[in-house]
């Protein structure tokens, strides 16, 4: 069972949204977004600097992707975590929108994408600005609880940290994505998350309410 800063879909476990959710079985849906010019996938170094890999099966058959967005998904890490997951990135709705989510090494594991469209004029005010996306759902296995820290960073994000059970903890950022593992922590006990950008600025995230803080 996995649960995040929205309702948990029951149902799902890969899911793609506006706004995060979390669940326990399969769908894939991609939100239009506006319609811009601007490529989303320019915020992020990786998608010119890693080589292609190949998508979750679970991306390459979702009927709303075409083979050209499929093609630029990205690997940002791999046998990460308990559940030994691969953390990817990729491009839809012609690239206006980016990606990102976990497949866990086993089915019956807790996996999840979200989808956001970064940078644009029409993202809901509670995000809007944002350079980093950023979504912590939590899950039980084995009787344990805990909670997957994941997300996306631009180019311009210089470090982050992430408030647990009120102490801070410092999120390495590689290849624009970031992971961190929190075994035996609820939802309930994540706090804010804070990016501090290269021209010295802050942004700081309340991830339980899922919105910007200042």
């Known amino acids: ?116 469209s970064p940078g644009s004029s029409s993202a809901p005010s509670e995000i809007a600005g944002e350079h980093f996306s950023v979504v912590a759902p939590e899950s039980v296995s084995g009787g344990t609880v805990g909670v997957q820290l994941f997300g996306v960073a631009d180019d311009d994000v210089a470090s982050a940290r992430v408030e647990v059970d009120g102490r801070w903890r410092p999120v390495r950022i590689a290849r624009n994505g970031f992971y961190l593992d929190l075994p035996g922590f609820s939802y309930g006990e994540m706090g804010r998350f804070e990016a501090t950008l290269k021209d010295g600025t802050t942004q700081m995230h309340d991830i339980r309410t899922g919105t910007r803080i200042g």
């Open 1 to 116: 069972m996995t649960r995040g800063s929205r309702p948990a879909k029951l149902a799902l476990s890969l899911v793609a949204v506006a706004a995060a959710a979390v669940g326990v079985g399969f769908a894939l849906a991609h939100p239009s977004g506006a319609v811009r010019a601007y490529d989303a996938r320019s915020a992020f170094a990786v998608f010119d600097s890693q080589p292609a890999a190949a998508a979750p099966a679970e991306v390459a058959s979702s009927p709303s992707l075409s083979r050209a967005e499929i093609a630029q998904t990205r690997l940002l890490g791999s046998n990460l975590g308990r559940f030994h997951s691969r953390f990817f990135v990729y491009p839809a709705n012609d690239d206006r929108n980016v990606c990102f989510g976990l497949v866990a090494a086993t089915p019956q594991d807790p996996g999840m994408v979200y989808c956001y």
